[in-house]
């Protein structure tokens, strides 16, 4: 009984790690990517930078606890 | 060979290896005709979009495990989300406040590429020093968060 709770908790926490590991992975990448540039943004690299930035506006990680559904946690 | 199977040995030479990695990329020297100003500043944005990608995303994963066992942290990143006013944004007037920076340094940024005097470099570099101190705030909570006391 005790593994199968442990390979319950274990499939409950893959989700949570792997989706942590991906953006601990793209902040790595950004470090690096700042790093090697050596010269300004081509066009297409701007819009696509401003594009990303509206559309994580829109996101869910980008909305407040209240605006979710979850009473605010601000002072 | 006990040492070997620390796993607590294998966890510090992976750390290594990566900021090995990242150090000995070094910072390449620039290209001919590049404004270091405007690098500096994409350079800045590149790892401000991380950075708050990061911070935000951990957050939003479990906010419940947060709010409860990280109060300040939460509260921090409710911070970041929380939505400011902003001008030049087709289509909205405000923007949480982590995009909201963003947004305005690479503004700043266009402003002066298309004209560049003392006036425009001097709004760029206050926009770039204002996303720096907001980027660096939220490293430094990754740090304390990502680490147990």
Redo the contacts between chains.
Sequence with gaps: MQAVAIAKVVLALIP?VS??AE??F????????????????PADA?AA??A???A??DA??????AAIG?P???? | MKTLRNPLLWITLAALLVCGAIVNSGCVALQPGADPLVVRAEQAQTVAEGTFDFIINLDHIDRGFWRTNAPAFHGFVEQLRFKVPVANVPGRTNLPRYLAAQWQLDRAKLDYLAARNAATSNALAAALLSLQALSDQTTAWLTIVTNRP
């Design positions: 949570l989706s942590g953006h601990l793209a902040f790595v990448t950004s470090i690096r990517t700042a790093a090697l540039q050596s010269g300004t943004w701007e930078y401003q990303r930035l509206l994580k506006a869910p990680p980008a909305q407040s606890d979850i605010s946690s601000l002072p």
